[in-house]
C-alpha cells in the first residue's frame, strides 16, 4: 500500500507490467523495481541479427534474473566453448554459446560488416545465429544470460576475465554512472576508467577533500588511491576475484553519452571508441604498475642448540688444557734458568769464610 502512492505519483498508478531487454538486468535492480512501483518486471532476450527474437519471461515467473523461455518461432540450443570452460555438460545446469535458429535469422551483414558472416550458420537444414552470449538452461527451460563470450579476457597470467560482470558490480558504486573495464594479454592485472555520476561524485569529493569542484582532483593522487579502495571493498563484496578486480583507477571528466560517441542509443558501451579515446591514459595506468607494500625482515638470532653448545664447551675447555700446560711449562723454565745463576753466582761470588 505504501508503494501503490509511489506507482500512482510516476506512473499514473494504471502500469501493471514492465518488460526490460537489450542489456542484462541484475537480480538486485529487478527485485527493487518490483517493489518499489508495485509493478511485475519481467526479461527479454533476442537480438537484431534474429528480428529482436529470441526468449520472453512468463508473466506467471516469480524468478529473477532470467530472460524466460524461447519463442514458438525459433529454436535455441547451446556450443560448448571449452576456452572459456562453458559446455553444455556442466552441472548442475547445461551452459554454452547461445545459437538461436530459425526463418526469422538473417541471411547475413551488408557491405564491409560480411566478414562476420561466419557467426550464421545452418544446422540440420536451420540457419542459426552465433549470438556470442553465455546461456545457462534451467530444468523449468528458461534462459538466463550469465556471460559474454567477446568480454572474456585472458590476462597473461591465464585467467579469464569477464569484463561485463565486473562492470555490472562495479555499476552499483553510487559515484559510477558508466564505466569500463580494461584487460590485456600481456598484463597481469585490470584497470578501469570511470565516467562519474555528476552529483553523487561532487559530494563525494566533499566529504573526503573538502571541495565539490571534482574535476580539479581528477589528477589527484590521493583522490585516486580513495577512489581505488572503494571500488576495490565493492568487488570484494560483490564476489569477484583478486585477479578482476582493477589495480588501478581513473575517473575520467568527459560524459559518456551517444552525442560523445562513447555508448551506444541503448547506452551499451563502445568499447574500441573508448579505448582509443583514452589510449594515453589506460598506456599511463599500465606503464605505473599499483605499488607493493614491502615488508623489511628483521634479522633474528636463532638460538643456539645443545648440539652447538656442546663443541664450543670442549674446544673451550681444551684451550684451557693447553693454557695450563703451556703455564706450567713456562713455570719450570723460570726456575731452571733460576737455578742456573745461582750456580754461576755462587762460582763467582767468594766464600766469606775462606
Not at 27 to 46: H, K, M, N, P
Not at 124 to 129: I, L
Not at 311 to 333: C, I, L, M
Request: charge should be neutral; include cysteine; proline fraction near 4%.
Amino acid at each position: 500500500l505504501i508503494f501503490q502512492k509511489f506507482n500512482q505519483a510516476v506512473l499514473g498508478g494504471r502500469v501493471k507490467t514492465m518488460l526490460c531487454g537489450g542489456a542484462v538486468l541484475s537480480e538486485d535492480t529487478q527485485r527493487f523495481v518490483q517493489a518499489a512501483l508495485c509493478v511485475t518486471l519481467f526479461q527479454g532476450y533476442g537480438l537484431t541479427e534474429t528480428c529482436a527474437s529470441g526468449s520472453i519471461a512468463d508473466q506467471l515467473d516469480t524468478s529473477v534474473g532470467r530472460a524466460g523461455y524461447p519463442l514458438v518461432c525459433c529454436e535455441m540450443r547451446l556450443q560448448n566453448w571449452d576456452e572459456g570452460q562453458y559446455r553444455n555438460t556442466d552441472k548442475p545446469h547445461p551452459r554454452g554459446e547461445i545459437l538461436i535458429g530459425g526463418k526469422m535469422v538473417a541471411a547475413g551483414y551488408f557491405a564491409e560488416a560480411a566478414k562476420e558472416n561466419v557467426n550464421f550458420k545452418e544446422i540440420n537444414g536451420t540457419r542459426y545465429f552465433s549470438t556470442g552470449d553465455i546461456g545457462e538452461i534451467f530444468p523449468d527451460g528458461t534462459v538466463k544470460i550469465i556471460d559474454r563470450k567477446k568480454d572474456l579476457i585472458k590476462l597473461r597470467g591465464g585467467e579469464y576475465v569477464s569484463l561485463t560482470k565486473v562492470e555490472m558490480v562495479i555499476g552499483k558504486v553510487p559515484i559510477v554512472e558508466n564505466c569500463c573495464l580494461c584487460a590485456s594479454s600481456s598484463a597481469e592485472y585490470t584497470v578501469l576508467l570511470i565516467s562519474p555520476n555528476q552529483r553523487n561524485i561532487a559530494s563525494y569529493t566533499e566529504k573526503h577533500f573538502d571541495n565539490k569542484e571534482w574535476q580539479k582532483l581528477i589528477d589527484d593522487e590521493d583522490f585516486g588511491n580513495q577512489v581505488l579502495k572503494d571500488i576495490q571493498e565493492a568487488c570484494r563484496k560483490g564476489g569477484i576475484e583478486r585477479y578482476e578486480t582493477p589495480q588501478r583507477v581513473k575517473v575520467v571528466a568527459d560524459p559518456w553519452s551517444p552525442e560523445t560517441g562513447l555508448v551506444t542509443d541503448a547506452l551499451k558501451l563502445k568499447r574500441k571508441a573508448i579505448e582509443l579515446k583514452y589510449h594515453d591514459d589506460i598506456e599511463k595506468l599500465y606503464r605505473e604498475p599499483p605499488k607493493q607494500k614491502q615488508t623489511k625482515k628483521s634479522a633474528r638470532v636463532s638460538p643456539a642448540k645443545d648440539s652447538d653448545k656442546q663443541p664450543q664447551q670442549s674446544v673451550k675447555k681444551e684451550n684451557t688444557e693447553n693454557e695450563n700446560e703451556k703455564e706450567v711449562k713456562r713455570n719450570e723454565t723460570n726456575e731452571k734458568q733460576s737455578k742456573d745463576v745461582t750456580d754461576v753466582s755462587q762460582d763467582v761470588i767468594p766464600d766469606k769464610q775462606e
